[in-house]
Structures are given as C-alpha cells and as structure tokens.
C-alpha cells in the first residue's frame, strides 16, 4: 500500500470513529458503484450525511478542503442520489460533508467538519 493510500484510510479511519463519537450513525464506508465512491454515509437525527474525507500530511498543496473542486461537489451529489435509490430511496435530508484531517510529521492531528458544504 503506497503511503498516501494509508494516510487516506488512517484520515478515514479518525474521521468515522469522530462522527461516532458525537452522535452519528455509520451507514456505509467506502460505498462504491460503477460512478465511483463515498467514504462515509452517516445518519443523526433524521439527517443522512454523506462525508468526503479529505486527508494530507502538510499544507503545501493547500487544505485539504481546498481539494474537493465544483467537479467533485458534483460528483458527489450524484453518488449520493445513486447510494439513496441503492438504500431505501428518500430519507428526510441529505447533505454533503467535508471533513478535513490534517496530520503532521510528529503525528499530531487536526480534525475539521464542515457540514453540508455542497
């Protein structure tokens, strides 16, 4: 597994087990279909999440919000229609998510959720 492959499960891994923590239901992790994939679908009261994890080591190539682009948002978007009529069809509100992680060389780690961004 390259190391940038095992940064992004580590991200994915911190931003699941946060969600948890406060409150939010684990619906699916790294959903796939032919369009592509979700990292995290997440319930709480009666909001359905669908949560793109973004993870870097440094700020170098910018946030890792910085890396979900108007294309990506759209993408998303269809992804979570496709995973709504793949799981049970409509549910009471749908958003997109972003979490951001941010982990630096000594292994400190910075978690940022920025919810229903798209």
Not at 30 to 40: K, S, T, V, Y
Not at 97 to 116: M, W
Request: hydrophobic fraction near 45%; aromatic fraction near 6%.
């Amino acid at each position: 597994m390259k190391n940038k492959d095992a940064l992004g499960r580590y991200g994915e891994a911190l931003a699941a087990r946060f969600l948890m923590q406060h409150g939010w239901e684990l619906l699916d992790r790294n959903w796939r279909c032919q369009a592509g994939e979700l990292d995290i679908v997440a319930q709480r009261n009666g909001i359905v999440a669908v949560c793109e994890v973004k993870t870097r080591s440094s700020l170098r190539f910018g946030s890792p919000l910085e890396a979900v682009t108007p294309e990506k948002a759209q993408r998303l978007r269809r992804l979570a229609a496709l995973w709504l009529a793949a799981n049970g069809g409509k549910r009471q509100q749908v958003r997109i998510d972003v979490i951001s992680v941010l982990v630096d060389s000594a292994g400190l780690t910075q978690l940022h959720h920025v919810e229903g961004v798209l």
